[in-house]
């Protein structure tokens, strides 16, 4: 099984990103899907996004005006559009399964002026 993120980078505040997770040796279409970030300093990563099997979806507080998370079964992608970015956004973010089991080396997101 592997999990490759990407899509991050640096952006100013109010800027937009979109993450991509391309999964690899299991058919996501069977499991619920979800980003997670690690903020700096933090050893615990907190659930951001989750989307269901059935495409119903769930958001962090901070970032359910803001964010949308989709995937694609035919591809098996996951992707985290986001839009509005905050500084408070900077993290390192990572896709796996909801509850999570494999993890990929995450992607970074940095909001700075």
């Known amino acids: 099984v592997q999990v490759v993120e990407s899509g991050g980078g640096l952006v100013q505040p109010g800027g937009s990103l979109r993450l991509s997770c391309t999964v690899s040796?299991?058919?996501?279409?069977?499991?619920?899907m979800a980003w997670y970030r690690q903020v700096p300093g933090s050893q615990q990563r907190e659930l951001v996004a989750r989307v269901g099997i059935y495409k119903n979806t769930r958001y962090l507080d901070s970032v359910k005006t803001r964010f949308t998370i989709s995937r694609d079964n035919g591809k098996n992608m996951v992707y985290l559009q986001m839009p509005k970015l905050k500084p408070e956004d900077t993290a390192v973010y990572y896709c796996?399964?909801?509850?999570?089991?494999?993890w990929g080396q995450g992607t970074r997101v940095t909001v700075s002026s």
């Open positions: 040796g299991f058919d996501i279409s069977s499991k619920p």
């Open positions: 796996s399964t909801d509850p999570p089991d494999t």
